[in-house]
């Protein structure tokens, strides 16, 4: 190896398979490495320390290798300072640019450590003045300064706590076998704590919400005050206010469970009718839409991003339609954001899941297993999925946040 640096990671190396993932890094980028110093914890408790120097053919590998296992906290022991480079090119960044993670990161400038602002994976790292945050690339634009080495920046990866040794049942993060109740508390005790410290709770949803016949639990949480936010797309507004008009979800009347007659236009006609209106909120203050989760949104002065797809229909006045704008109305809404729950939508749970910091605790509830899991594959690390039905996961939530709720059920 022509080229080397010297790293340390600190933390539950061996119980958490931690080492071993840096490691199989380390050779699947073509990388060597020596171990140097090996400091194992003696209980179980303690933390354990590894030094080691790694190498690459060449300085742009050495510094792609730096990044990558930098995600997992392996820090350079000698930090440096950052290699900064001037955009040339609007929506184009620098020849090895530094590509961001969500995890808490510093960089050192002038010889202090700065905290990176609004932490976001796939970004750059935009230098102005003293400050740095994270960019994306679509908005990055000639002239600007973003940081294109591993030098200089530190990242902090989540703290993993040790589990108890020995065999047992449903230990996964993922099972659809734990018990509800304990789950929907957990949750719902989530929402609390962030409401109790003065911060928001973002909810993402699916039609799924509307389908399950959920929509009324989901009003209650709104008018409880644990829904501050929400990412959607077309179709679950469009549902909620096709139930709202006319009692169907997708042409399937939610309180027989059946299809009505000419129930397939219900949604187009909902769509048309607050097309008629200029927005949601312009149908709700004319009493056009009297019921529903947007209604309860805009009647609470609430947020709501909907994002669009090529598949929908409409859509509704307010989706956008430029996925750009929507990603950044998006970004928009999650300064104050203390927790966020994702129910039945993997797409939207992925994109939100993509602008998240890993500070902010994450749960996805999905009847489809693949979808609590891809939130964690694609690098949100504090996700935690929940297998099960969301209407009734819902309709629980709804109890526990909302006394009147409960008495009603």
Known sequence: MQVTETVEITGHLMDSGLLSRVLDDIRGYGGEYTLDKFDLGYDKDDPSTVRMTVGAEDEESLQRLLMRIQTKGANLVDPGTPEITEVSQDGVFPDGFYSTTNLPTSVRLGGHWVTVQNPEMDCGLLVEGDAVRTIPMSEVRAGMRIISSAQGVRVTPPIVTSTEDGFGFMESDVSSEKPQRVLVKQVADGMREAKANGQKVLWVGGPGIVHTGAAPAMVAIVEAGYVDVLFAGNALATHDIESSLYGTSLGVDLARGRGVEHGHEHHIRAINTIRKAGSIAAAVEQG???????????????????????????????????VLEGQRAMRAELDGVGYCLMAATMLHSVATGNILPASIPLTCVDINPATVTKLADRGSSQARGIVTDVGLFVEHLARELSPTYADMK
């Open 288 to 322: 056009v839409l009297t019921s529903g989760v947007m209604h309860a949104l805009v009647k609470h002065g609430k947020q709501f991003v909907l994002v669009g797809s090529v598949r929908d229909d409409g859509p509704l006045p307010d989706v956008y339609t430029d």
